[in-house]
């Protein structure tokens, strides 16, 4: 597994789910519940996972999509 996104912003991790959903690409999200032990103020960033074999895929979809390389890794 590879990690695809990192951020705190909400609206991006779900415009990306649903870019990826849109190829068929099952992404993974790691720290979704970190928030809670956080206090709920959006410090800790989020991950989204990919499997190995379509991250290449995933990555190029989201530069189409407009994804800032800055977001991903």
Known sequence: MKELLRTND???IAFTK????EVDIAVFELDVNM?????SIGILPQRLMVIDEEYE???DTMI?????AQFLT
């Open 18 to 21: 649903h870019a990826l959903s």
């Open 35 to 39: 928030s809670v032990l956080e206090g």
């Open 10 to 12: 909400i609206t991006l």
């Open 57 to 59: 895929i995933a990555y």
């Open 64 to 68: 189409e999509n407009g994804i800032e």
